[in-house]
T-cell receptor, first 116, second 114 residues
Framework: EAGVTQFPSHSVIEKGQTVTLRCDPI?????LYWYRRVMGKEIKFLLH????????ESGMPNNRFLAERTGGTYSTLKVQPAELEDSGVYFC??????????????FGNGTRLTVT | KNQVEQSPQSLIILEGKNCTLQ??????????LRWYKQDTGRGPVSLTI?????NTKSNGRYTATLDADTKQSSLHITASQLSDSASYIC?????????????FGGGTRLMVKP
């Protein structure tokens, strides 16, 4: 089966511009998560979708970040306008079920965002 | 505050040698602890997962231990190979497989040299 895919793999934008990251989860996975790792820090949770619904967006840093998952398939994460501190690696992960010990998270390779 | 601390931050070993990576956590409540391997430019890949009742689990040359009383875990790599060069991340979950309940450590960057 195809894994979690993310696009683009790298993005370099100027402060104030807009960037949209895309994540295609593993087919059939209802749960989709976005995470972020900023330079020198640990990976941190951003938000969680179950199908098309936002289950938990407590990790979203501010209202410049907007995530969508229309139709419950792929998801996009838009940053508008981007700031320097938004630079980092954005990971997407998916899983088939929550609350199940043996339903692991599958991570994508991430999008490295650089804001200059 | 829920935290996961890993040591050392980085480690260089020679091919064929063993090494042990450490993870201390203060996450509560505790559901399970996972070790991930992250190759450069790739996403984390799960190596092991342990609940509080398990104190050791192996995956090939990787052996993880867990002491839920002292809130410590270790990852032991036996007979290291060049392909083991990666970051190893300890992740503690407050709920079974809920991705929003994960606390990540900062990782240990391992370099295996020939």
């Amino acid at each position: 089966e195809a894994g979690v895919t993310q696009f683009p793999s790298h993005s370099v934008i100027e402060k104030g511009q807009t960037v949209t990251l895309r994540c295609d989860p593993i087919s059939g996975h209802d749960n989709l998560y976005w995470y972020r790792r900023v330079m020198g820090k640990e990976i941190k949770f951003l938000l969680h979708f179950v199908k098309e619904s936002k289950q938990d967006e407590s990790g979203m840093p501010n209202n410049r970040f907007l995530a969508e998952r229309t139709g419950g398939t792929y998801s996009t994460l838009k940053v508008q306008p981007a700031e320097l501190e938004d630079s980092g690696v954005y990971f997407c992960a998916s899983s088939q079920q929550t609350g199940v010990y043996n339903s692991p998270l599958h991570f994508g390779n991430g999008t490295r965002l650089t804001v200059t | 505050k829920n935290q996961v601390e890993q040591s050392p931050q980085s480690l260089i070993i020679l091919e064929g040698k063993n090494c042990t990576l450490q993870c201390n956590y203060t996450v509560s409540p505790f559901s399970n602890l996972r070790w991930y391997k992250q190759d450069t430019g790739r996403g984390p890949v799960s190596l092991t997962i342990m609940t509080f009742s398990e104190n050791t689990k192996s995956n090939g040359r990787y052996t993880a231990t867990l002491d839920a009383d002292t809130k410590q875990s270790s990852l032991h790599i036996t007979a290291s190979q060049l392909s083991d060069s990666a970051s190893y991340i300890c992740v503690v979950s407050r709920h079974n497989n809920a991705g929003n309940m994960l606390t990540f450590g900062g990782g240990t960057r391992l370099m295996v040299k020939p």
